[in-house]
């Protein structure tokens, strides 16, 4: 065969193998993606594409109010789909709960979710509190409603009307259901009253108990020793 017919030749099946190139959908996001396939032919079929509205990661305190944002699906061509939203979000109690979306068209169903903690927060601390006590009524004289408010800061708080009688302003560190009240002391004249604490608050943020450590140098009715507080949400 003359070098003429070799090229004619192998043009030939160049041209027969290109022609044979296997057609399909090459969009793996499709659902009918077709991997064998090296040539797209324009067959590609897709789900609705779920968008939600809001962050998908959401924090609120324990007894406030939630109002989902929702979710908007749309087709492929922008024509907008029904979003099914399932899922309920409890927040009498702390916990993980998740709100589900759900879009379908005729190529199949799309899925999406919501994880909205519910925690405590600050705001579970501020509030009034009814307080009950083994502390006694001389050596750690707590007072049955003290009132504490924000700090500075997210993680601080202010209790005032420490003691009864003699009042007296303390602070406090919070790390969500944790409280820790640093060593410090209370000047009540004759004395003073030094004294630190740590306590939990429970899940449904209505009850706050603290064991306290103090020491009272005031002659006469003072004291040390341990005692355990337990505030109630009013």
């Known amino acids: 065969m003359n070098k003429i017919g070799l090229f004619i030749l192998v043009i030939g099946l160049g041209a027969g193998f290109s022609s044979c190139k296997k057609k399909g959908c090459t969009d793996a996001t499709a659902t009918n993606f077709n991997s064998k396939a090296k040539k797209d032919d324009g067959s590609c079929l897709y789900k609705p594409m779920i968008t939600i509205i809001g962050a998908a990661d959401t924090t609120i305190s324990v007894g406030s109010t939630y109002a989902d944002l ?17 899922g309920q979000v409890v927040t009498t109690s702390t916990g993980v709960n998740y709100v589900n979306y759900s879009a379908t068209n005729p190529n199949g169903t799309s899925t999406a979710k919501r994880t909205v ?22 050596s750690f004289p707590l007072a049955g409603a003290p009132t504490i408010s924000a700090g500075a800061t997210a993680n601080d708080l202010v209790i005032d009307g420490m003691f009864t009688l003699v009042g007296g302003t303390a602070t406090a560190t919070v790390n969500g259901a944790t409280i820790t009240v640093p060593q410090q002391t209370i000047n009540i004249t004759a004395g003073d009253i ?4 740590v306590g939990t608050m429970n899940a449904q943020g209505n009850i706050l108990t603290i064991t306290y450590t103090y020491e009272n140098t005031t002659p006469i009715i003072g004291g040390s020793g341990t005692c355990v507080a337990t505030y109630v949400k009013q």
């Open 117 to 138: 903690n519910v925690v405590i927060g600050q705001d579970n601390w501020t509030v009034a509190w009814d307080v009950t006590s083994n502390c006694g009524a001389t």
């Open 70 to 86: 929702g979710a908007t699906a749309v087709n492929k061509d922008g024509s907008s789909v029904n979003v099914v939203t399932t």
């Open 194 to 197: 030094n004294f630190s604490g």
